[in-house]
C-alpha cells in the first residue's frame, strides 16, 4: 500500500484548504483510514477517523468546520479533507492514515508524507 497526499498551503484565518490523498496497492485490505495532524512539539493526534462501515467520526476541535470523504475505485482510495473556517490553531503537518489488515488480527500502520498547513495573516 501506498499514500500519495497533496494539497495544503498558507491561507489566512477564515480560509479553506482541501487535502487529498490517494491510497494505491492492495485496497481490499483497508480497515481503517484517517487524518491525523501534528503541530510543532506536540504528538501526532487523529482528527477525523474513517471506518470500514462508512462511519466517520471527527475529534471535537475540527468538528463542525472540517469534512472528509472518500472515493473507492478498482485499484485505489481517493480520501479527502475539507477544511473550512480555518484558525491559527489549525496550524500543522497533516497526514493521511490507512490501517490494512497484515494477516491474523495484526493491522499495518501506512501514512501519507505529511502535507504543511498554515494559518496565518
Known amino acids: 500500500v501506498q499514500i500519495v497526499q497533496s494539497g495544503g498551503g498558507l491561507v489566512q484565518p477564515g480560509g479553506s484548504l482541501r487535502l487529498s490523498c490517494v491510497v494505491s496497492?492492495?485496497?481490499?485490505?483497508?480497515?481503517?483510514m484517517g487524518w491525523y495532524r501534528q503541530a510543532p512539539g506536540t504528538q501526532r493526534d487523529s482528527i477525523v477517523r474513517?471506518?470500514?462501515?462508512?462511519?466517520?467520526?471527527?475529534e471535537a476541535s475540527v468538528k463542525g468546520r472540517f469534512t472528509a470523504s472518500r472515493d473507492f475505485a478498482d485499484t485505489t482510495v481517493t480520501a479527502n479533507l475539507q477544511m473550512d473556517s480555518l484558525k491559527p490553531d489549525d496550524t500543522a503537518i497533516y497526514y493521511c492514515?490507512?490501517?490494512?489488515?497484515?494477516?491474523?488480527?495484526?493491522?499495518?500502520?501506512?501514512w501519507g508524507q505529511g502535507t504543511q498547513v498554515t494559518v496565518s495573516s
Open positions: 492514515y490507512a490501517g490494512v489488515f497484515a494477516g491474523g488480527d495484526h493491522v499495518a500502520d501506512y
Open positions: 496497492g492492495d485496497v481490499t485490505r483497508i480497515w481503517t
Open positions: 474513517l471506518t470500514s462501515d462508512g462511519a466517520t467520526t471527527y
